[in-house]
């Protein structure tokens, strides 16, 4: 196989997402409202338009880099696979620092700023992806491992297609053995909550596994529903607020008045919720502040001992 023939998924899975949605609204367990699914479609579209206008910055990037290769991969099946795996962690990786680090969480709230979950969520995306840098999670791959450009960006579409079906109450538990393995609703879910206990949790892209070996998996539990959203929600449904309301919060915080350089910096980069004064919560003191007022639950999934 050629490498310019492999296809842009994202896009040839455009009319399975409509048929699929419609499917789940038809199947009438699914809360759906108007402007909350028009946000996310409007954010889903915007999303792949920006990637086609801008996509090609980090392409060109990788692109140069893959000439430094160290060693040169081939396009058989075998590698495609070993390329979706490996990807799949460089997935995990770059989600753990959208939720831990507020340079990348100001595009990344938007996809969690819905307090609905239905699979119209699943599209509600960033529009400034491109412009972050996180395509150079991507650079190792490329230069150790000599995997092109175009396989990582067909294996990273064929990771975003997966994470589709995931974003839906419609399904409650896939077998055991899926479930210890794969990403899935109910793993999902946990990770859109915003109750204390769910926070920074379930990173996956398709396998679960790597929560499970880097000790970020949190199980739905049945006794605490999961509450969908930000801990703090925007009140909005206006895709330019829902795409930059978190960048302007950022700009204002490093810029007040009265900082010292490292405070500034800490703004851009560090945990969302951290402040120079403390007077507000990461996602640590959280959790921490739920468990003393409720110590019984100490040390049970997602909360300190
Ligand atoms: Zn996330
Ligand atoms: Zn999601």
Not at 147 to 160: D, E, K, R, S, T
């Amino acid at each position: 196989m050629e490498l310019a023939d492999l296809p842009d998924v994202v896009s040839l899975a455009v009319p399975f997402f409509v048929g699929a949605m419609v499917l789940e609204l038809l199947v009438g367990r699914a809360h759906y409202t108007t402007r909350d699914t028009a946000a996310s479609l409007a954010m889903g579209v915007g999303n792949l338009v920006i990637g086609i206008a801008f996509g090609a910055i980090g392409y060109g990037v990788l692109l140069a880099a893959w000439s430094w290769r160290l060693v040169d991969w081939g396009t058989g099946v075998g590698w495609i696979a070993l390329a979706f795996v490996l990807d799949d962690l460089r997935y995990y990786v770059y989600h753990r620092l959208a939720h831990t680090s507020r340079w990348l969480w100001w595009g990344h709230v938007t996809h969690h700023s819905s307090a609905c979950y239905n699979l119209s969520t699943a599209l509600r995306q960033e529009w400034t992806g491109p412009f972050n840098g996180a395509f150079l999670l991507r650079l190792p791959l490329v230069v150790l491992l000599g995997i092109h450009p175009l396989m990582l960006a067909f294996v990273g579409g064929l990771n975003l297609v997966y994470q589709f079906w995931i974003h839906t109450e419609t399904i409650g538990r896939m077998p055991t053995w899926f479930e210890a393995v794969f990403n899935t609703p109910s793993h999902h879910r946990v990770h859109h909550g915003s109750n204390p206990r769910y926070l920074d949790a379930n990173y996956a892209g398709v396998l679960i596994v790597w929560d499970r070996m880097f000790g970020t998996f949190v199980p739905e539990l049945a006794e605490e529903p999961v509450r969908y959203g930000l801990v703090k929600n925007v009140a909005t449904h206006s895709p330019l607020r829902l795409a930059f309301h978190e960048l302007v919060a950022l700009a204002r915080d490093a810029s007040a008045p009265g900082l010292t350089p490292l405070e500034r910096i800490r703004y851009v980069f560090d945990r969302p919720g951290w402040s120079h004064d403390g007077s507000r919560r990461t996602a640590a003191a959280i959790k921490a502040g739920w468990v003393a007022h409720h110590p019984e639950e100490a040390g049970t999934p997602g909360l300190p001992g």
